[in-house]
């Protein structure tokens, strides 16, 4: 059972709270007063049983059990939200009739890509798309003559509308070159320094110059990730054949931001790096500087069938050092280690150490243990 006093709308508002660091500013985003925030936040933490934020700092940060309840909630709303999101889609692919807006700045290129998929996904229903400013859209929706939009949103919670975000788009000043940003007045719409005055769409580009100086930060800190790796091989007692029967790589990486692409990677790597330890040799004519494998007949890489079973573990640790998202890379820490645990299993089962690559059989056949 839920523990009383752990709501939804609770949730969403510790969400809003973590992203923004401002009661303020997730007031806004969540369309609630302070106060109401500020009672949602003691609610969900009296029923949690501990702090989740630390109020004393600003922006407010969040506390190691806030820190752990944000991953698991987030998921959480992650699931509701796509469940929403199927559900409105199953309502779309029944309507005979769909009015929609878009702005007028994806005229020209989202507007099209959508139209087509929309006419694929949804054949039996007749399309009305129209163009307008983000207000104008707005409140058509509000006004029911259209069914769903595409705008910039201002911020504020509208009433009766829900509100899903799908990209932000970033906005930047451009002055002239001999502007100076740091003695500027920016108000009223316009730019005020050196005694002169340029209105905002005017301005031409903006620079500055500046430089960047390096501490004692590498020394302090361990920057690394690192890994486990481990491979289970059977080696053929009369022939010498090398089968690869499950491998599992454990990294630790800090957070890991997309665990889809995260372990997509090191599974990959760790193919690579058992190719390297058994198959993948690359044979040189030194006299005439001639790749005589030189194709994937004679160049032999992993397929399916040489590993039938891989996982990876991603432990769950956050750097608060390396960088704000506390995460670090896995770029090749999967490639790096799995070799030479394919290279010790061999070694376990054969007690035949093999010291270079690749371990194929003229290199250990001769000194395989007799049978019998």
Known sequence: MI??????????????????????????????????????????????????????????????????????????????????????????????????????????????????????????????????GSKGLIQSVQDKSLHIAIAATSGDAKSGLIEIPLARDPFVIVTPASFDGDSADFSDGAIRANGKSFALKDAGEMSADGEMTYGDFQSDYDLGTYAGHFCEVAVDAYTGETHIRRMLSVCDAGRILNPLSARSQVIGAMVMSAGAALTEELAVDKRFGYFVNHDLAGYEVPVHADIPHQDVVFLDTLDSVISPLKAKGVGELGICGPGSAVANAVYNATGVRVREYPITLDKYLDRLPAIG
């Open 3 to 132: 523990k009383k006093g752990i709501t939804l709308r609770g949730i969403e508002v510790f969400e809003a709270l973590a992203s923004r660091g401002s009661v303020a500013q997730a007031a806004a985003l969540t369309g609630l007063s302070q106060p109401a925030v500020s009672q949602q936040i003691s609610n969900l933490e009296a029923a949690m049983g501990t702090a989740l934020i630390d109020h004393s700092t600003r922006p407010m940060r969040l506390t190691a059990a806030g820190e752990s309840f944000l991953r698991h909630s987030g998921a959480a709303l992650t699931h509701i939200r796509l469940a929403q999101s199927e559900l409105t889609v199953m309502d779309l692919a029944n309507l005979s009739d769909l009015s929609l807006g878009v702005i007028d700045d994806f005229d020209n290129d989202v507007t099209p890509r959508l139209a087509t998929l929309l006419a694929d996904s949804m054949a039996g229903c007749r399309f009305r798309m129209v163009t307008d």
